[in-house]
């Protein structure tokens, strides 16, 4: 019975610093696994827009996306939460009034508000956009202003407290540290997705394999019985079954090999 693989991206599949390397042996083992008949998804809190030719030429079935709020397979677009214009308008509007520093994510794109706090975290974020040939003109002013999640930094006079009051009532706001929160509309995880799949998809859950390396990939890899740590992610080491090598010491490679998948 064939099985199902799903790849977090940074640090996972392709390295963080500035060389965004992806390991030969990466290639090699998604390339193996997948001629054994086993299917490869990518579950990624990137928006879809923002998943790389240099990835998708690894080759995988599906994309999971956004956190969980779009689905990807065999290239077709097989779930999508699209949000309210109106409802989108107004939370951009709660953010101005809270002075945090927000990146709005869509499936064709960012979106930034020239009416919030700039920062250095912005500009930085801003630099490896251009660097990375992405549009940083959109404004949330646009007509076509929409997104599926959204990114934000708080600030030293931000309202944190109105922040977490109002957002929260719509959104899982994730502390990803340093002041940086990810916000993603309830009811949303790389773990629903992934049920969503193996639903779809008519997979058992014992067939079911996650690889990640931070704590944004616990929903996903406390899912399934088969969950992988990169090594030298060790935040995680006690959440999985299966501690593979870091990245570039054959991490991915190893990791499907001690389960028998390559």
């Known amino acids: ?37 086993n299917l490869t998804f990518i579950n990624t809190g990137r928006t879809v827009f923002n998943v790389s030719r240099q990835i998708r030429d690894l080759g995988f079935d599906g994309l999971i996306c956004g956190c969980g709020t779009y689905i990807e397979y065999g290239g077709e677009t097989i779930f999508y ?90 959104f ?21 997705a992934i049920e969503y799949i193996l639903k779809k998809l008519d997979i058992s859950i014992k067939n079911a394999y996650a690889i990640g390396d931070s704590a944004n990939d616990l929903p996903m890899l406390k899912t399934v019985p088969n969950s992988v740590a990169m090594g030298g992610a060790e935040s995680i080491y006690p959440y999985v079954s299966y501690i593979t090598s870091p990245l570039h010491q054959d991490g991915i490679f190893n990791a499907l090999k001690h389960f028998d998948l390559i």
């Open 81 to 170: 939460n699209k949000l309210d214009q109106q409802f989108c308008r107004d939370i951009s509007q709660i953010n101005r009034k809270c002075g945090v520093t927000p990146v709005y994510e869509h499936k064709n794109g960012y979106f930034f508000d020239d009416y919030c706090p700039k920062n250095a975290d912005l500009e930085d974020f801003l630099k490896n956009f251009v660097d990375d040939e992405i549009d940083i003109s959109r404004r949330v002013e646009d007509g076509d202003f929409m997104f599926d999640k959204f990114v934000i930094w708080e600030n030293p006079d931000c309202d944190m407290k109105m922040f977490r009051r109002e957002i929260g009532k719509s």
């Open 1 to 37: 019975m064939r099985s199902i693989i799903f790849f977090d991206i940074d640090g996972t599949l392709i390295s963080e610093d500035e060389f965004m390397t992806i390991p030969e042996s990466t290639v090699k083992a998604i390339t193996r696994t997948r001629a054994k008949g």
């Open 172 to 192: 899982e706001i994730i502390d990803r540290g340093h002041g940086f929160y990810e916000n993603v509309p309830l009811g949303f995880t790389k773990a629903t």
